[in-house]
């Protein structure tokens, strides 16, 4: 590997835009990075002093990479959810007999929750006052609904409107990840319980 030249004086060259905008990058991930990690931890709206302290940036720095503080958590958010999509995708969606797919279903949905979890809170208080993360929570919602209708369409298709409805409306309000926070967090099942309590929920639901 080359060495960096150094000049007849002695020093060494000032740093070139790529490199100035290669440590910019590494600091704004850094910043997002303490952001998640704070979500983690409970705190769904962290300031800019709070996530400069975390890093070992100032707070002035914090906000030469986003310009507010809705700014800087909605990048949080943007980049856990780049992060996790992969985990939004149910492969083979709708294939397969009833309790393959509801065990498909309860375990990607799982695996998604435990991922996106504190971000996915974090994403709610924010869009209280957020217009754009509230469109964001509801794009999201209706993706996950949306995966009900398809991997449970020979079961809700068989049905009459009135009861499709009422079913649909139940399997997607299971699945959505408030009630997962509902099934973990307060009231305190383990992963496994969950799993369990959500498959057989699922099959008295569609089964015959």
């Known amino acids: 590997m080359s060495e960096v030249p150094v000049g007849v004086d002695g020093t060494r060259p000032p740093p070139s835009a790529d490199g100035r905008a290669a440590r910019r990058d590494r600091n704004r991930d850094a910043v997002l990075d303490a952001v998640i990690e704070l979500f983690a931890e409970g705190n769904l709206d962290p300031d800019p002093d ?7 940036l100032s707070a002035r720095s914090v906000y030469r990479y986003f310009d507010d503080r809705d700014a800087l958590v909605r990048a949080a958010i943007d980049r856990n959810l780049e992060r996790v999509f992969p985990l939004y995708l149910i492969h083979g969606i709708g294939e397969g007999g009833l309790d393959d797919r509801i ?10 929750y435990e991922a996106i979890a ?8 924010r ?19 949306e995966q009900v209708e398809k991997q449970f369409a020979p079961e809700l298709d068989a049905l009459e409107p009135r009861p499709r409805r009422a079913v649909s409306t139940a399997v997607d309000t299971l699945g959505q990840l408030e009630s997962l926070d509902y099934y973990r967090v307060h009231q305190q099942f383990s992963l496994r319980e969950t799993r369990t309590l959500l498959t057989d929920a699922l099959h008295a639901l569609l089964g015959p």
């Not at 065990?103 to 998604?112: E, K, S, V």
């Open 50 to 56: 709070e996530v400069a302290l975390r890093v070992g």
């Open 103 to 112: 065990d498909q279903f309860a375990a990607a949905r799982l695996r998604l």
């Open 118 to 125: 504190a971000t996915a809170r974090a994403a709610r208080v």
């Open 127 to 145: 869009a209280a006052v957020d217009e754009l993360m509230a469109e964001q929570v509801e794009v999201t919602r209706r993706a996950l609904r």
